[in-house]
């Protein structure tokens, strides 16, 4: 009993170092990686005559998030 209690401890020092990492990591990357408070860029992309698709069958892109249910919700509402 007294080795488990010791090896909990143990354990519970490591994650908190592994924290404490994770912390100042994140910091020093700036933002707090908050990905959607950043600005976003504009290109325009202009295809040429040989990218165009000939044919009946085309590519759509529906970009959807995914929840942790594993449904999908369009990204664009």
């Not at 990357?29 to 044919?55: C, N």
């Not at 590519?59 to 369009?74: E, I, K, M, N, V």
């Amino acid at each position: 009993m007294g080795r488990a209690r010791e090896t909990v401890e143990a354990l519970r020092g490591q994650l908190a170092e592994m924290e404490a990492a994770f912390r100042a990591e994140t910091e020093t990357l700036g933002g707090g990686g908050d990905a959607l408070a950043r600005p976003l860029d504009t290109v325009s992309v202009r295809p040429t005559k040989q990218e165009y698709f000939r044919d009946a069958r085309d590519l759509a892109w529906a970009p959807a998030w995914r929840d942790g249910a594993g449904q999908l919700t369009p990204a664009w509402r």
